[in-house]
């Protein structure tokens, strides 16, 4: 294939780079998006659903609502729990009118990809990115496995925890931590068992049920890090969810035929700074948080808000935002660590905890069952942070 050449580079089609490319296209900036995996695959990658109201408010703001507004499931609460006692957080009431929208990810995915086809935006497929060159001067470029060069003005590294970009951050520092357990996540064909997500953090470990869609449900379980989805027949997983979530006032999960199974590791990860010369990274490349407060689309989403403004005014001849881009961003992403870090702990069995650690634990949960205050902390994080 010839060498291409375009405003900004993006490397990656996730959430991140395909939002990216969306914003830049309506401020009239080109660019191209060069992805490694094929489309049926990047549309059916299954991951967290649920959107915050400032994301909702920037997806449809930019065009992107028409699915998302018929098809996502508002919610104006959830609920804890704590073997058979139950505490329903109010979002709206909490938080003087937000609330969430429970919405595949795949979902805004594949919205994304049909909106820069159709608006005739380049998105290569099956394109893998080798590497990226000359970032410290103003002619960038990005070279592809196959051997074609990608000329820009600037490069965007939206390729995710596995990608090639970050590395080309001299002198970055990294900050981790890594739980020591991880989810066991399933999708079943089968009416979700209550209206409202369940977050459980009972003595026998945390589960979430959650769903996709008024026919499918979603729920994780807290398993061992190394643990295989070979050790989880299904009658086991739906044992195991109904010991946790309990039965509060006679409530019952309905269990179905399970279509997908997997286990991913709990994480917590920064790279600082976000940026080196001519690269900017956004989105999962730079962080990734464990997902019990359900921040990473999120995330992806402040970054790139915050990115396509920036880059904008640059082509005007303004480069401060860009300047500042890293320190804004990651302003966001400490504020979404130290929550998400919280609301992990709260809600997992550490095995690693003594059992005096562990008692302290299910009081401090108990606690927000009782006390506005800190029933306001949870819900005014967990429905997010306004964007731009
Ligand atoms: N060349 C091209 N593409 C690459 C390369 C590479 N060398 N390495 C990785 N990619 C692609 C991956 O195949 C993936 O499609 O980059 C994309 C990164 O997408 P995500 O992992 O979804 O990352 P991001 O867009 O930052 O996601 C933000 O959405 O998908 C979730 O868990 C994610 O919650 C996070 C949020
Ligand atoms: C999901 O539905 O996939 C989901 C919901 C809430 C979370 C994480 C994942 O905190």
Known sequence: MRDMRTQVGIIGAGPAGLLLSHLLHRHGIESVVL???????VQRRVRAGVLEQGTVDVLVKAGLGDRLLAQGLPHQGFELRLGDEA???????????????????????????????????????????ASVHDLETAAPYIRCQDGTEVH?????????????????????????????FGWLGILADVQPSSEELIYAGGEGGFALHSMRSPEVTRCYLQVEPGDSVDNWPDERIWAELRTRLGSPGGWELTPGPITEKSITPMRSFVTEPMSHGRLFLAGDSAHIVPPTGAKGLNLAVGDVVVLAAALEASFQGDDSLLASYSDTCLRRIWKAQDFCAWMTGLLHRNPEADPFTERIRQSRLREIFGSPSMARYLAEHYAGYPHG
């Open 87 to 129: 505490h329903r957080i109010d979002l709206t009431e909490l938080t003087g009118g937000r609330n969430i929208t429970v919405y595949g990810q795949q979902e805004v995915v594949k919205d994304l990809i049909d909106a820069r086809l159709a608006d005739g935006g380049t998105v290569l497929f099956e394109k893998p990115v």
């Open 35 to 41: 992805e490694a995996r094929d489309r049926d695959y």
């Open 152 to 180: 820009c003005e600037f490069v965007v590294g939206a390729d995710g925890f596995h990608g090639i970009s970050r590395a080309a951050i001299p002198d970055a520092r990294t900050y981790e931590f890594e739980f020591p």
